[in-house]
């Protein structure tokens, strides 16, 4: 168990104006729930595959786990639907708290016949989710807490990590999924930078 800062890069560029959290890291980066779909309702899989296979992740460094670079196999993947793999990009990029620009791909490697399917997270872009008020649908995102969109990372097309205007719509997504009266909000990065903020419209009472 550690404690961490978390960044948010809407200050200055590069510049944090986050807080600090408590994390447990001993079992590597940690599998977070990734929030409402793309209609604001609960996530459901959107693939049976559960066959025998490995979840490989390859990335040139890892600045806070020097040891986790190369192409490996990821020690902490349980197993589950291909997206479940393709999510564990994102989850070392950040555990590595690697600078922008540098690149990690993750590849669900099944049997044959099976094509892998790989997807590569470059740090610095992403969607980033700030919840004011608590969730009802998920009382662990904490308000005021920042963190990445990862359902939209991996399941929307465009991801929410390279189109801003996927990430503009998830701001809304999460307040009808949270429920309430809570208001949601997504900056989204380029390459550490941010490039626009987005805020939900509040919900109207009944007539």
Known sequence: MRRRWYWVLSCLPLLACGGEETIDDTNGPA??????????????????????????????????????????PDPWYQGGEINS?????????????????????????????????????????????????????????????????????VYLKPSTDVSIQQCAKRAQAYRIWCGGQIIAQTRFYQLGLLQGTFTSTPLLPPK
């Open 31 to 72: 599998v977070t729930t990734r929030g409402p779909n793309a209609t604001g309702e609960t996530e459901r899989q959107t693939s049976s595959v559960r066959l025998p296979h490995q979840c490989m992740i390859a990335q040139g460094i890892c600045v806070k786990h020097p040891s986790y670079v190369g192409t490996f």
């Open 85 to 153: 793999c393709l999510l564990r990009a994102a989850d070392f990029s950040l555990w590595c708290g690697n600078p922008p620009g540098l690149r990690t791909t993750a590849t669900w490697v099944g049997p044959p016949p099976a094509a892998p399917v790989s997807k590569t997270y470059i740090a610095g872009n992403s969607c980033v989710v700030t919840l004011h008020g608590p969730c009802h649908a998920n009382p662990n995102l904490a308000p005021l807490i920042p963190f990445h969109d990862r359902w939209g990372y």
